[in-house]
């Protein structure tokens, strides 16, 4: 397992480390002199000459990449072009928001997409399974701004109409506020988010449970007159949902860049709305730190995927090992 | 696939006659009707719409749906119902034209690495290994951040964030194929690299090809829409649903129509090529275990 967990942490820093080279040079591609972006057209050779050695502009590519990433590594981001303030405490604080809204979506949209997708998958080709999946296929058709938009008509405009407590429209906390005083203004947000994870998760849910139903051990159980809960419960489950756990985790890291669009429907300040500020004002060093922290956050929900998958299915680790 | 035994051109007939089975399957039945009258009425669109999409009437602004304006006018006095129509064209030769593209590049680069394999088959992968460790929404606004905002930038990062999986995909089946009979055959005779790509290895890569250009397809409209919403992609005064979506929020309580007709009308068409394209992988898919 220690053997497994190492080369997989090792893929995780070969994959950051070529993504970053990515975001580094198609972050160079910009038409344009840095220089001339931060000081405005009307600067002078001089200035700008200042500017560059400043930056270090003047150096080789390589050697530029190289500086950029240890002062990533170390924490100095630099600064926003356009807040001119540090980039790495205004990055944290907004990645935390994110997070916050990431996680109360997982603890909504999984037990309930898992609970579904079991329920089809055991009544395959009746009524309840094509209802849900039906259902499913069309709540993924529909685009987070389009629910989003009907949600906040719904639970806030409509329940304010009618005199009954009612949810704020508008997720604009301040950036600091505690996870208590935030809760109201995450919660549809979150339920947005759920409405896209929960077809996704629950499909895949019931074609695992589709494909243990077929196996022998399943026929075994049924044949030597067990219950028919205890055969769900002890002996599908358990393997049906082992894909389940990776595609969760896989889910978290798609979150990171799948509530860009909820965020900014809910005016929410997480990452995803600092991105699209950056890209705005077209302010690349910001654009490059929300870049690495999602790819850093993205393979990180992948090793723990793979991590978390060995640990249960120790068939990965032997034929990986070997 | 191991019912692949007949020569290539049967199984590119076969393959056009599964597609006719599309409408054996209820629900793909009614996503694919759903996209081909989308389609007619983009096309048609132009032709029928009674107003342009960006012909401003001041006085006639704010106008809930009658006989005049079927959906109404929005805060510009633009009629919503010509502009929904003449969005249609707009997101689907854009999201449809940046799929196509999308699966030309993964198709030929899929073949090419697949087939000959080797260093060059190595680079490219670890390439789009690394490509694809961004999630794709967020490569696709880097890549806009960088490029500007416009209909061309759009194309262009569907091209790039959609070429490296149609590839991978079209890779996978190409190594499934290229140590069977038949193409072994085709190297004996002596065969030109271009035939046994294409005639020969091609077929069998075709209903595996089709679903994945089903599934980019949606997600390719999805796309545009939401890098219109976002304002990042398509720029006004365009007739983009994301974006009409966006410019009517602002106004919402005095003209929900101009956002409930492009917010419908996208929800309809994304639910349609979604059971389109899940009709596709219920057809082919049986057919493979």
Redesign the interface.
Known sequence: MLGYSLRRLGFLLL??L??S???FS??Q??PGDVCRIILGREAGEKALDACRQDLGLEAPLPVQYLRWLADFSGGDWGQSFSTRTDIFPLVMQRLLNSLRLAVLTLLISVPLAVGLGVLAGLNEGKLVDNLIS?GS??V???????TG??LI?LFSFELRRWGLPSLPANSSIRPEAGFVESLPSLILPAITATLVLLAYIARLTRSGVLEEMKQSYVRTADLKGLPRHIVVVRHILPNALLPTITVIAISF??L???L??IE?VFNYPGLGRL??F???R?DLPL?QAV?LV??VG??LANLVADLVYALLNPRIRYTEGN | MATHTGAAPSRGRRFVSQLRRLYAVP?AAFGTTVFVLFLALALLGPWIAPYGANQQDYQGARMAPSSLHWFGTDHLGRDVFSRVLLGAGEILWLSGGGTLLAVLCGTAIGLLSGYLGGWLDELIM?LF???L??????LA??????LGASAWSVLIVMVVVYTPIVARVVRSVVLSVKTRGFVEAARLQGESLGWILFREILPSVLPTLAVETAVRF?YGI?LV??LG????GVQPPSPNW?LM??EA?QT?SQTPWA?YYP?GA??IL??????MA?GLKRIFQTRHD
């Open positions: 994959t950051v070529l993504t080279v990515i975001i198609v972050t591609w910009l039906i296929l069309s993924v058709g529909l685009p987070e701004f389009v938009i009907l008509q890291g798609w990171i860049s799948g860009v669009v900014n991105l699209v950056a890209i705005d077209r654009m870049a999602t790819v993205f393979a | 629900t670890r290994d690394s490509l460790a961004l999630p794709a929404l967020l606004l880097l890549m806009l951040g960088i949606s999805f829409a939401s919403f976002l304002g990042v994301g979506v966006k929020r919402i956002l917010a996208i929800s994304v639910i349609g090529v979604n059971l899940d």
